[in-house]
Nanobody
Framework: QVQLAESGGGLVQAGASLRLSCVYSGSTFSNYVVGWIRQAPGKEREFVAAISGNGRDTYSVSTWNGRFSISRDNTKKTAYLQMNNLKPEDTAVYYC??????????????????WGRGTQVTVSS
């Protein structure tokens, strides 16, 4: 059974950095695309970034202006989300998600079939 567990969230001031981790348990980690999706109170889930199984391809949104970057270490079965220059509007629950199924777009939040429980990130002004 595939499971994901996020960690690294917390309360920080605007301008700070955080690195979220997503530890995977189950079968071959490199078979899975991993994505980070966030959900702010009262809002829909929002795609943040994704990375291919071998780590060669990453996907993000230009809206972040390069503040967020995704990486993975398949030997540790862990994916990471580095977040720099955090802003109050980045406050949300951040979820790690994965899929081994070929999808049309890894930037769709409904592309993933395995989800972690999320980690809260709160950015104060």
């Amino acid at each position: 059974q595939v499971q994901l567990a996020e960690s690294g969230g917390g309360l920080v001031q605007a301008g700070a950095s955080l690195r979220l981790s997503c530890v995977y348990s189950g079968s071959t980690f490199s078979n899975y695309v991993v994505g980070w999706i966030r959900q702010a109170p009262g809002k829909e889930r929002e795609f943040v970034a994704a990375i291919s199984g071998n780590g060669r391809d990453t996907y993000s949104v230009s809206t972040w202006n390069g503040r967020f970057s995704i990486s993975r270490d398949n030997t540790k079965k862990t994916a990471y989300l580095q977040m720099n220059n955090l802003k109050p509007e980045d406050t949300a629950v951040y979820y790690c998600a994965a899929t081994a199924t070929p999808v049309k777009s890894v930037m769709r939040t409904d592309a993933y079939d395995v989800w972690g429980r999320g980690t809260q990130v709160t950015v104060s002004s």
